[in-house]
């Protein structure tokens, strides 16, 4: 068994809350509830949760300090790089030559990086 195993992923923040709504937004998932009965103080870290399972939890995190540097780990999604730059992301490099990725920043400044939507599978016909 190895030493370590993957959990889930922590992105740091100034507003928490709301980059936590903006991840929420851009990835199609949700804030993870709650345990019944107990609602966490407002400065807490935001777990948020991809609806499906596919996708693993992230942890938006309270910081003081702004983002000062590159990321040393980042996200790579797959999607529209002018509809996120529509929701609040901004560019940092675009696709060009044999890069098959544009670099964007979140809100805050945190970097990801933009590949094309999976092609759509193809219908093939049913011979009969």
């Not at 929420?24 to 948020?48: D, K, M, S």
């Not at 693993?56 to 529209?80: C, F, M, Q, S, Y």
């Not at 060009?96 to 933009?114: A, K, R």
């Amino acid at each position: 068994m190895p030493p370590a195993r993957f959990k889930d992923l922590a992105l740091d923040a100034n507003d928490h809350q709301t980059l936590a709504d903006w991840w929420c937004t851009v990835l199609g998932y949700e804030r993870r509830a709650a345990p019944p009965g107990e609602q966490p103080p407002p400065e807490w870290p935001v777990p948020i949760r991809d609806p499906s399972g596919a996708g693993p939890l992230i942890w938006i995190n309270p910081v003081p300090e702004p983002k000062t540097a590159k990321n040393r780990l980042h996200l790579d999604v797959r999607g529209d790089t002018e509809e996120l730059i529509a929701l609040g992301a901004r560019v940092l490099r675009r696709r060009s030559g044999g890069t098959e990725w544009d670099v964007l920043c979140d809100p805050e400044g945190n970097e990801f990086c933009v590949f094309p939507p999976e092609p759509e599978p193809v219908a093939r016909p049913t011979v009969r």
